[in-house]
């Protein structure tokens, strides 16, 4: 190659290095341009305002030196008296005059036996007895004949007492023939099945027609009179009440006025339980069986605070905190307390915890806030709500 074909070629390389500069210069101008004008907008950008308080409810609260807590026991509504009635004999039922669910009068008949072999057996021994009455008759003739006659000296001893002990035997059979009738007076009486007691008939197990052995259920018959209730209450609780002291039992939404008439003396073995009767002024028209709850109320000597449940707070390993607004240097934030729950009824606890009195926790707000959060109270909630 010549040397002047290798000059114009050197000068080619120079001229495109410096363009490739030149290039590369520029680009870099354009972005610095670009982030100092970025620079220059955030700049020109007015600084965040601070977030605003959360608005929350508070409620005051007031330590209480003990609380009330009400106990609730189950039991069931029950007559004071349930029998089934039966017959004291055999015999063919003629007559069945109660079905279940009508109202029974005491003394009044509700079912009946046929009686017509008892009132023939009867008639039989009046017969027998009617005879055996002449022939007694004629006997106490005979008796007093003999006598004047053995006084006047016609008859010996042994004649006398012949007639005596005659007379003594036939008034004997006179007196067993009495009783037989009086028994078959009884059976007929008794053929008729009485209600010993006022009230309703629960069941009927027999109809018309039936041939019965003695002592077999015709009808059960609760009484209707006296209502009573009997709940089972925990020993502790059993020896708090009184028998002859009113107590308030509740069913079916009606208040039903009590009193306490006794305690049994043992405990259930399969609920652990002691059984309580109660006397009942009436039922209110509900059916024997239904389910009442006897409510007993107690006071217990504890400190603490009734608060809400919306205003408790899960929090680690099973235990309970409460939300408190207090006021800081820089306004009012949210405070952790840490409580125990001592009881609970419908919609409120009493706890005991590191509470103030009078402090404000916050109600419905545990989701919302952590503590150390500024916050604004909207509105106070009256304490108990």
């Not at 107590?247 to 059984?275: K, M, N």
């Amino acid at each position: 190659m010549s040397e002047p074909d290798a000059v114009p070629r050197r000068d080619r390389r120079l001229l495109g290095l410096v363009g490739t500069t030149v290039f590369a210069l520029l680009v870099l101008g354009g972005i610095a341009g670009g982030i100092a004008a970025l620079h220059l907008r955030a700049s020109a950008q007015e600084e965040p305002q601070a977030r605003a308080p959360l608005p929350v409810k508070v409620m005051p609260v007031e330590r209480q030196d003990s609380y009330r807590i009400e106990q609730r026991f189950a039991g069931r509504l029950e007559p004071a008296r349930r029998t089934q009635l039966a017959f004291e004999r055999a015999g063919l039922v003629t007559a069945v005059l109660r079905d279940e669910g009508d109202a029974v009068e005491a003394g009044a008949v509700v079912a009946q036996l046929d009686t017509e072999p008892l009132m023939a057996a009867r008639d039989a021994l009046t017969a027998q007895r009617a005879q055996a009455a002449a022939d007694l008759d004629l006997a106490r003739r005979t008796l007093r004949r003999q006598r004047e006659l053995h006084g006047a000296g016609h008859v010996s001893a042994q004649r006398l007492d012949e007639a005596r002990l005659s007379a003594a035997a036939l008034e004997a059979r006179v007196q067993a023939l009495d009783a037989e009738i009086r028994a078959l007076e009884i059976d007929i009486e008794k053929s008729a099945l009485i209600a010993p007691f006022a009230g309703s008939v629960a069941a009927r197990h027999l109809d018309e027609g039936a041939v019965v052995a003695a002592g077999a259920f015709v009808l059960e018959l609760l009484e209707s009179g006296r209502p009573q209730a009997r709940v089972g209450v925990s020993p502790e609780a059993a020896r708090r009440l009184y028998a002859g002291a009113d107590y308030r039992i509740e069913a079916a939404g009606q208040i039903l006025s009590s009193r306490l008439l006794r305690t049994r003396p043992d405990i259930a073995p399969d609920t652990r339980s002691v059984e309580l009767l109660f006397e009942l002024e009436g039922r209110g028209g509900l059916p024997f069986g239904e389910v009442v709850e006897l409510h007993i109320a107690r006071q217990v000597a504890e400190a603490g605070f009734w608060i809400p449940l919306t205003a408790l707070y899960e929090d680690e390993k099973g235990l309970w905190s409460v939300f408190v607004a207090a006021e800081a240097e820089d306004g009012t934030r949210v405070v952790r307390e840490a409580v125990e729950i001592l009881h609970a009824a419908d919609t409120r606890a009493f706890v005991r915890g590191t509470l103030a009195d009078r402090a404000r926790i916050l109600v419905g707000s545990a989701q919302r806030v952590v503590p150390g959060q500024r916050v604004r109270i909207a509105a106070p909630v009256e304490a108990g709500s």
